[in-house]
């Protein structure tokens, strides 16, 4: 039940974009969590801690030795959004003044400020690695852009 590679990828719900076929991923080797954008939501942090706790019952702790993969693209259909400020501040559980914060038009800022988010969030497990990684539709190239950030 629990990903053999002890990793779990955060990634968007765009079909142009497959964790599985991008990674070279077998069935069972990471669970893939995938939303609009790929993004940090409170219901995000909801199912990571879920999982946490899923783990725990199966005799596992989440922690070192697992990775955590936020996984943003190119031309994501989030941006179409931008015209909606009041739903997205809504579905990020953010006041509209937030909005700005999350650079949700750019997705290298974007992956920074979600993997910050994640680093600072009590419910996810001290430990964990995390990785920000941008998909380039147009390339078809993954960049790191923030290597292995180990949560404190």
């Given at each position: 039940?629990?990903?053999s590679?002890k990793?779990t990828?955060?990634?968007?719900?765009?079909p142009?974009?497959?964790?599985?076929?991008?990674?070279?991923?077998?069935a069972?080797?990471?669970?893939?969590?995938?939303?609009?954008?790929?993004?940090?939501?409170?219901?995000?942090?909801?199912?990571l801690?879920m999982?946490g706790?899923?783990?725990?019952?199966?005799g596992?702790?989440?922690?070192p030795?697992?990775?955590?993969?936020?996984l943003h693209h190119?031309?994501?259909g989030?941006n179409?959004?931008?015209?909606?400020?009041?739903?997205l501040?809504?579905?990020?559980?953010?006041?509209m003044?937030g909005l700005?914060?999350?650079?949700i038009t750019d997705?290298y800022?974007?992956?920074?400020?979600?993997?910050?988010?994640?680093?600072?969030?009590p419910q996810?497990?001290?430990?964990?690695?995390i990785?920000?990684?941008?998909?380039?539709?147009a390339?078809?190239?993954?960049?790191?852009?923030?290597?292995?950030?180990?949560?404190p």
């Amino acid at each position: 039940m629990l990903p053999s590679l002890k990793t779990t990828i955060l990634a968007c719900v765009d079909p142009r974009v497959d964790p599985g076929d991008l990674f070279g991923l077998a069935a069972g080797e990471a669970a893939v969590i995938r939303n609009i954008g790929g993004r940090v939501f409170p219901s995000t942090l909801q199912t990571l801690a879920m999982l946490g706790m899923v783990a725990k019952l199966n005799g596992e702790e989440v922690g070192p030795g697992w990775n955590l993969i936020v996984l943003h693209h190119t031309d994501c259909g989030i941006n179409c959004l931008a015209h909606s400020p009041e739903l997205l501040a809504k579905h990020f559980g953010v006041e509209m003044s937030g909005l700005a914060e999350l650079a949700i038009t750019d997705p290298y800022q974007s992956v920074a400020v979600d993997v910050t988010a994640l680093k600072a969030n009590p419910q996810l497990a001290a430990g964990i690695c995390i990785t920000g990684m941008v998909y380039d539709l147009a390339t078809g190239k993954v960049d790191v852009v923030l290597p292995n950030q180990t949560k404190p």
